[in-house]
């Protein structure tokens, strides 16, 4: 099987090669192409190119007709009629140039042969050559410069000549060849032994040889990087350590370079002797350090090693040095307490010496002395609750393995306090997309007590319980302005504060500012419209805080009538952090109205917000108001202006009184006493002593004791004086006050004879009355009527007493004119008029009925 393979492949070669021969005979088999003087030349040379045919080989039909043309690249550059051809060429270009003859024929062109000439310069002289030995037991490897490039086929051949005649050579023929490996060993051992190596360069036009270099085995020879790096630090020390490495036998000389992790630049130490060991001082602390270490075998021949792979580790941690930067914010949150937020920067990392543990926060109350709080945080804030009175101070340190910082002590006081102290134009301008400058002028008046600026600023979230961080930076008295751009973002509005401290005393002046801000992608949502005194009270949701797109500076609230195509009147309102709601006065009344609100930065409008519709009322209705209110007062003071209209209103007003605040009382309609008592009166007229001692006579039934207690009694009415009576002659004038009456409330005798008397004539009025007659004897002024009981027609007991008849009335009156005039008013309601009776169905009589005489009411 295998010999089938191999005969099959031997096969395949011979056919191949037949073939490629059968092509090259076949191309040339008409004629031939010669060239002069050669198929290589330099560049700018000068080339005869001859085509001839061989003999019967023109155009069949007529070989008087052949021509022959010379291609070069495809394009004619001469043509001639008979069987050959030849043609000079100038300015070929360097490299490789075809030339193709061709015979023309009646109908078509038949190839007769071509050539190629190579263009090309001899070889420029090699340059900087050097030959290293990597190690000691390396081989000798020889660089060089070949020089511009010669477009032809060149060898480069090397040869190192070494004591007693010793010749080394090789030959690389690699158009780019520009080292070489001669394969040998040369031992620094003896100094004093030189070497001579030369390059030389060949190609068909020419060769050169470059300078010959002479070395010694010290000269080349480059000892091995060091290797198996180690390091250690003795006692756990962070800022020393001890390396260790591998070398060559021979080396006599080491530098040592280094650096931490985030640094760019190398600390370089040079050692002679080390040995294998060096020690390092001056290290940072917990740093993350880069170590490479390089050798060299002479002080002054040969050149160093290659860099010895790196060894990357952390020193140890040390107790932290410096002290943290604090800063406050005091708050009133209660009329005697107030919150304390402290924020403090991490330690750098030369500061710290180590990973941060925790801070320790001590709290102290300055005028005891006492320590209040001692407090542990791993955050780099504390917040607590503190009482107003009294000085405070707070100290706060870093901790970590090793040890704390020094405490840093801050006295809490009222950071903008002084007035005085407040810097004054204060702004702040865009520096980029993350920057910002912030500038200021010093206090006016106390520029030189200022000792120290702090510039603070965190982002603006209005609405929102949780504060963002705080930052600020420090900056000296004679500096106005600073670059801010920690945690600054972009479209993002934030509250900048600069304060001047001068001791515990400082002022503070405030700002909003943004690095680049747009139009707010959205406006503020009405949420309510209330009427409050006839104004309207605007009321909206704050726009998201990412919705801001930089500080908003103010906002527009815009107002038209629904179904109006005029312009919208609005009214800008500046931007307030605690601000969602804003009165107008611009509205009319009974007209609705449709509004809407927007937000305006820098850089333009929002969108506007939702829209509301809105009608004002309370504006007319409140004219209204005032107006009928001003008329009935108008009115009211013409009437009480008047002395008869005020009496009447009086009158009126006590009437009414009387009706809702009288009791009701008992019908004495049919009363024995009422029956009997004008009788006995005209026939004993019994003295009003005796008339009082029946009253209460032990002989009489155990009376029903009922109290009757009014609160105010009624004032008597002047009835207006009838035409027909004559002046002076109306009847007794009424009480003008109202005067309180109390059954415990004895009178004296003469006053009660007299009330008594007059109730006597009263009864007697009402007893010789009937609804529809008249007095039957005019000149008497009292008719006792033989009736069983009183009329219990409305008004019974008068009001007016002016309208019934006098014991004085003139006999010479006409009888029309004792006619009962009508009663305006009863002290009495209707209802009462009923007779109290009780459950047996019996009316109540005056002779179970007890009476005072100080309840009797005229």
Not at 226 to 233: G, Y
Not at 559 to 588: G, M, T
Not at 643 to 658: G, M, N, P
Request: net charge neutral.
């Amino acid at each position: 099987m295998a010999h089938t393979v191999k005969g099959w492949s031997l096969a395949l070669i011979f056919i191949t090669m037949w073939l490629v021969i059968k092509a090259k005979i076949d191309v040339c088999k008409r004629g031939e192409v010669t060239v002069k003087p050669s198929h290589v030349i330099s560049h700018g040379s000068a080339v005869n190119i001859s085509c001839s045919l061989k003999p019967k080989q023109g155009c069949l039909y007529n070989s008087s007709v052949d021509r022959l043309i010379l291609y070069k690249y495809g394009g004619r550059i001469s043509s001639h009629q008979g069987h050959s051809l030849s043609s000079q060429v100038t300015d070929l270009p360097l490299g490789k140039t075809l030339f193709v003859c061709k015979l023309a024929c009646t109908n078509s062109e038949i190839r007769i042969c071509g050539a190629e000439i190579s263009v090309g310069v001899i070889p420029e002289q090699p340059r900087n050559l050097s030959c290293i030995q990597k190690g000691e037991r390396g081989t000798v490897v020889c660089t060089w410069d070949r020089g511009r490039y010669t477009h032809l086929y060149t060898t480069y051949t090397l040869q190192l000549n070494g004591p007693r005649n010793v010749v080394w050579q090789k030959q690389c023929k690699d158009h780019y060849c520009d080292h070489l490996d001669l394969g040998i060993n040369l031992t620094p051992e003896s100094p004093e032994s030189s070497f001579t190596a030369t390059v030389t360069a060949h190609n068909s036009l020419g060769n050169s040889s470059s300078p010959a270099l002479t070395f010694s085995a010290l000269d080349i020879v480059i000892p091995l990087p060091p290797w198996d790096i180690s390091i250690q630090f003795p006692n756990a020390s962070g800022s020393r350590c001890t390396l260790q490495w591998k070398d060559e036998g021979l080396v006599l000389l080491n530098r040592l370079r280094y650096r931490p992790r985030d640094s760019r630049s190398w600390n370089l130490v040079n050692v002679t002797n080390a040995r294998g060991r060096h020690h390092l001082l001056n290290l940072k602390p917990f740093t993350e350090y880069e170590f490479q270490i390089s050798s060299k075998l002479h002080l002054y021949k040969g050149d160093w090693s290659d860099w010895s792979e790196s060894l990357k580790t952390q020193t140890p941690e040390e107790a932290p040095t410096g002290m943290l930067d604090v800063w406050y914010i005091k708050q009133h949150i209660e009329y005697n307490r107030q919150q304390i937020s402290l924020s403090w920067k991490n330690l750098s990392v030369s500061e710290a010496r180590g990973k941060i543990l925790h801070y320790r926060v001590t709290l102290q109350e300055v005028t005891g002395g006492k320590t209040i709080l001692q407090n542990i945080t791993a955050h780099t804030s504390w917040t607590w609750v503190i009482p107003r009175t009294g000085n405070w101070a707070v100290s706060v340190s870093a901790a970590n393995s090793k040890g704390s910082s020094l405490p840093t002590r801050i006295n809490i006081t009222d950071l903008c306090g002084a007035g005085l102290l407040a810097p004054h134009e204060v702004s702040a301008n865009s520096e980029g997309i993350d920057k910002m400058v912030v500038t200021w002028q010093p206090p006016r008046k106390a520029a030189s007590a200022v000792r120290e600026y702090v510039v603070e600023w965190r982002e603006l979230h209005p609405g929102t319980d949780t504060q963002p961080p705080l930052n600020w930076l420090r900056r000296p008295p004679s500096s106005l302005s600073a670059l801010i751009s920690e945690n600054i973002k972009p479209y993002v509005c934030y509250e900048i504060r600069v304060c001047a401290l001068s001791g515990d005393q400082g002022g503070c002046s405030s700002i909003l500012g943004n690095s680049k801000h747009k139009a707010p992608l959205s406006g503020p949502q009405i949420n309510a419209i209330t009427e409050e005194k006839g104004s309207v009270l605007i009321s909206w949701n704050n726009i998201p805080a990412q919705e801001h797109m930089g500080c908003i500076l103010r906002y527009r609230i815009y107002w038209k009538e629904r179904d109006s195509d005029a312009q919208p009147q609005f009214c800008e309102i500046p931007h307030r952090v605690s601000q969602n709601s804003h009165p107008i006065n611009s509205l009319q009344p009974e007209v609705t109205y449709v509004l809407w609100m927007t937000a305006l930065t820098a850089a333009g409008e929002s969108p506007q917000g939702n829209e509301r519709e809105f009608c004002l009322q309370g504006k007319a209705n409140g004219n209204a108001y005032v107006a009928s209110s001003v008329c009935i007062a108008v009115i009211m003071v013409g009437i009480f202006s008047v002395r008869y209209f005020r009496q009447k209103i009086f009158v009126l007003f006590s009437a009414l009184r009387s009706q809702s605040w009288s009791p009701k009382i008992p019908d004495p309609a049919n009363s024995t006493w009422a029956k009997k008592y004008p009788t006995v009166e005209e026939k004993t007229q019994l003295p009003l002593e005796r008339l009082l001692t029946a009253w209460s006579t032990p002989e009489e039934p155990e009376p029903l004791i009922i109290n009757e207690v009014l609160h105010q009694v009624v004032p008597v009415f002047r009835h207006p004086q009838h035409p027909n009576f004559p002046e002076g002659r109306q009847g007794v004038q009424g009480h003008e006050e109202d005067t309180v009456s109390n059954v415990s409330d004895p009178s004296p005798p003469g006053a009660l004879m007299a009330e008594t008397r007059k109730l006597v004539n009263l009864y007697k009025v009402l007893g010789s009355r009937s609804p529809d007659s008249k007095p039957a004897h005019p000149a008497h002024p009292v008719t006792v009527l033989a009736v069983d009981y009183l009329p219990t027609y409305e008004g019974y007991l008068p009001s007016n007493r002016d309208d019934l008849p006098s014991r004085e009335a003139s006999l010479t009156d006409p009888p029309e004119e004792l006619e009962p005039q009508h009663i305006a008013f009863s002290v009495f309601p209707s209802s009462s008029l009923h007779p109290l009776t009780f459950s047996c169905g019996e009316k109540l009589t005056l002779d179970r009925l007890k009476m005072g005489c100080d309840s009797l009411m005229l």
